[in-house]
């Protein structure tokens, strides 16, 4: 069973950064694409950033500029670094990755707070 499993999330000030880190149990392209969202209290899942194996890039407007998302093979490790954060980031951020079928990480919590 392909697993993805998030971490790096936790508590910054406003205007700092974060890395996220999902790591794949499988070679990360065996997938066609894949991607981090997040789910703020009272809001729906929102794509944040997604990239596929031609490596383009998309990203959500309110992040443009300020996430990047990136892959490291070897590690079979899909990031999400995080600059410059506003309290509006705090959300659980998830890990997606596209085969045949959909997966999803557990999440990490990020806080984003003074």
């Known amino acids: 069973q392909v697993q993805l499993v998030e971490s790096g999330g936790g508590l910054v000030q406003p205007g700092g950064s974060l890395r996220l880190s999902c790591v794949a149990s499988?070679?990360?392209?065996?997938?066609?694409?894949m991607g981090w969202y997040r789910q703020a209290p009272g809001k729906q899942r929102e794509l944040v950033a997604h990239v596929d194996n031609s490596e383009t890039t998309n990203y959500a407007d309110s992040v443009k500029g300020r996430f990047t998302i990136y892959r490291d093979s070897a590690k079979n490790t899909v990031y999400l670094q995080m600059n410059s954060l506003k309290p509006e980031d705090t959300a659980v951020y998830y890990c997606?990755?596209?085969?045949?079928?959909?997966?999803w990480g557990q999440g990490t919590q990020v806080t984003v707070s003074s």
């Open positions: 499988v070679h990360i392209f065996s997938f066609k694409s």
């Open positions: 997606n990755g596209i085969s045949y079928k959909e997966y």
